[in-house]
């Protein structure tokens, strides 16, 4: 049996690198204010349709769907955040306290084409802000970003930020891409042509190439924007320039999900080959109206949780392995009875010990200690137990010390909380 194409098992020896991820990211969004939440793997497609769009690559052919036994069609989560809001509405947490600040880590869903660093089941570090519709707010969360990666002693990315503008000005900005496009439809996609009456926008986020290549002079939408949303992009920018975060302005940035407004961003990297983007977020002060709540300005992002591992592994970024503090040797039945007792009591108090049962030689039992990278061995066989005295060795220093029984698990304590 082989694992499902595009899913993969995370080995015990690559789990440390994961750990250190999440370690580090819960203690920023802590810092910041954020609280944890956790929600379902599978919601009704609906959800996703409704707040994604219909004319997206995600709804058009990436979720996994299907229909349970009454018939009713739903959707392993493909994103974060229509899930989120989704929450957010039905425990009406805004009749308590509109603002609110939310954090996930797990994994999301999408048949797309494995590559390196994408795969089918894939995992995500999202954070969401409700109720907020300052700009500092989304300035805080490119902050956050950048700050993490920092953390993480990650180099060599880029921010690249943009602003999508508002309903109040997307419609002239549409009316003059169509424009731009009238002429050019023969070179554009099957995609692109279904999508020009659907959505036009999602039309720059078309990743064919020849698509690219008409696209470069099309108009930006940073050239339609309203008075409020360049005062909005203008403090965002002004406030990154002021905390010292790099930042690029990239007038072609579009975010692949249709409920996104005003900024947008993605951190970018080129260690995995291509330039690909290892974040991405922004504003969506329409969705929760969208999904059946009040009003309410929302601004979010997600790390790709996977592409983030590999840079670092790539960068040598990966901590250490914990090395054993503390390997068992015990020679016969009776030593072996006590020697469990032991390790458990030692496991206990956290002294990381292990114990091999299978009734190996001195010998084998050494080498298994070597290979688990033990700190100390402990030997117990028949004539230790006879003469009281358990021989410590410091497999550094070779150095050895002998406890006596009633009081080796005490003593053992001592030396390794010194």
């Not at 995370?10 to 789990?15: A, G, M």
């Not at 750990?19 to 996703?48: H, M, N, S, Y």
């Not at 929302?298 to 949780?305: Q, T, V, Y």
Request: net charge neutral; glycine share 6%.
């Amino acid at each position: 049996m082989q694992t499902i194409r595009g899913f993969r098992d995370i080995l015990p020896e690559n789990i440390a690198l994961w750990q250190k991820v999440e370690k580090e990211a819960t203690r920023l969004f802590d810092a910041f204010g954020f609280k944890e939440i956790r929600i379902p793997v599978l919601e009704k497609t609906q959800l996703f349709s409704r707040s994604i769009g219909e004319a997206t690559d995600i709804v058009e052919k990436e979720m996994y769907t299907f229909a349970d036994r009454k018939g009713d069609k739903l959707t392993l989560r493909p994103e974060a955040t229509a899930s989120i809001v989704r929450s957010y509405i039905q425990h009406k947490m805004y009749a308590t306290d509109p603002i609110r600040k939310f954090f996930m880590m797990g994994p999301m869903f999408r048949r797309e084409r494995p590559q390196k660093g994408r795969y089918r089941q894939f995992y995500q570090i999202d954070a969401e802000v409700f109720g907020v519709e300052s700009a500092y707010i989304d300035s805080q969360l490119i902050f956050i970003l950048t700050e993490l990666f920092k953390r993480l002693g990650l180099t060599g990315l880029s921010a690249h930020v943009n602003s999508l503008g508002c309903p109040d000005c997307r419609p002239s900005f549409q009316r003059a891409l169509l424009d731009f496009i009238a002429s050019k439809k023969d070179r554009l996609c099957d995609n692109c042509l279904r999508r020009i009456d659907k959505n036009p926008l999602r039309i720059l986020d078309c990743k064919v190439t020849s698509c690219k290549d008409v696209l470069q002079d099309a108009p930006a939408t940073l050239d339609h924007l309203c008075n409020h949303c360049e005062d909005h992009f203008a403090t965002v920018k002004t406030t990154l320039e002021t905390q010292g975060v790099d930042f690029i302005v990239d007038k072609s940035l579009v975010r692949g999900l249709d409920y996104y407004t005003r900024t947008a961003w993605e951190i970018q990297t080129t260690t995995l080959g291509a330039q690909s983007a290892v974040a991405g977020g922004g504003r969506y002060d329409g969705l929760v109206k969208e999904l059946g709540g009040p009003q309410t300005p929302g601004i979010g992002f997600a790390i790709g949780f996977d592409r983030l591992v590999e840079v670092m592994e790539q960068l040598d970024k990966a901590p250490q392995a914990t090395a054993l503090d503390l390997f068992l040797i015990c020679l016969g039945d009776m030593a072996t009875e006590k020697g469990y007792h032991w390790s458990c009591a030692l496991n206990q108090n956290g002294i990381r010990t292990e114990m091999d049962f299978r009734g190996k030689s001195m010998k084998a039992l050494m080498k298994r200690a070597n290979k688990l990278n033990a700190h100390y061995v402990l030997i117990a066989g028949e004539d230790e137990l006879i003469q009281n005295a358990i021989i410590l060795r410091d497999m550094n220093t070779k150095e050895q010390v002998s406890l006596p029984v009633e009081t080796l698990v005490p003593e053992l304590i001592k030396i390794f909380k010194k």
